[in-house]
């Protein structure tokens, strides 16, 4: 049985060293090719390959949101250019990957891998976004989240993001009047925002902390932030004494 296989990579001469080195394996067969990330999305959704060979930056979508999009049951090969340290985290999530420059040695190593994952269907399930925060090491925050609404996927920058609200599986994401759905759980999301900006206010809400105009009592025992966009959020107790912390600083 041939393996189907996916290259997404901005650079051509990346694309073509990929098929070069495929091109001697007679049990592979290249289905398709991809130059950006959004293209990456449709085609592993309309192509359903057997391994993707996915590159880690690229513009408009890099390779983690590619993943965060999809629901796949591929191996994925991340190409990556980071550095060696990056490697360890990579090794640390059970992923497959070749670091920039690699050589046909190297990718015959990956590939092998890929195959005796595939022959035990033991392919790794990738947690994108912490592979993300532990390739990037800390003190590293998202600039930007991306959501998948059917066939059309948002781009929400995080100067955007008003504030996040908790819906069991789900985060609802509040930005510039509209919302949006992403399944994602709050506690998860927290990480990728910075402290210094986004505060976690109750347990099934996070703010904006430029977006909070003022703080009014609500009950004996809670209260509530007024956003710049005039809705309301709840505020713990605890929440009270970070976001009043936050506020003083």
């Known amino acids: 049985m041939s393996l189907k296989a996916l290259l997404v990579d901005d650079e051509e001469l990346a694309r073509h060293l990929l098929r070069e080195y495929l091109g001697s394996q ?11 990330g959004f293209d990456a999305v449709k085609a592993i959704h309309e ?7 996915l590159d880690v930056q690229m513009p408009k979508l890099d390779g983690f949101e590619v993943l965060e999009l999809i629901q796949t049951r591929a ?11 990056a490697a360890k ?3 640390a999530a059970a992923v497959d990957y070749l ?11 990956a590939l092998d891998r890929v195959r005796r994952r595939l022959a035990e269907n033991s392919t790794v399930t990738v947690d994108a976004t912490r592979l993300k925060n532990a390739v990037k090491g800390p003190g590293h925050y ?9 066939t059309r996927v948002h781009i929400i920058q ?3 993001l008003d504030f996040v609200e908790a819906q069991e599986d789900y985060v609802a994401l509040h930005s510039a009047g509209k919302t949006y759905l992403k399944q994602q759980t709050i506690s998860s999301l927290e990480e990728q925002l910075n402290p210094s900006q986004f505060i976690r206010v109750h347990r099934s809400f996070i703010v904006s902390l430029e977006q909070v105009s003022k703080i009014e009592p609500y009950s004996k025992d809670s209260r509530i932030a007024v956003l710049k966009s005039g809705a309301q959020v709840p505020v713990s107790r605890t929440g009270y ?4 912390e936050a506020m003083e600083n």
């Open 75 to 85: 191996a994925i090969v991340f190409v990556t250019a980071y550095d060696q340290y």
């Open 47 to 53: 192509l359903q390959p057997d391994v993707v060979f």
């Open 241 to 244: 004494v970070r976001l009043r």
């Open 142 to 150: 998202a600039e930007r989240i991306v959501v998948k609404d059917g």
């Open 99 to 109: 670091l920039k420059p690699f050589d046909e040695t190297r990718f015959q190593t």
């Open 158 to 160: 995080i100067h955007q």
């Open 26 to 36: 007679v049990d592979v067969e290249i289905v398709g090719e991809c130059g950006n």
């Open 89 to 91: 985290a990579f090794d």
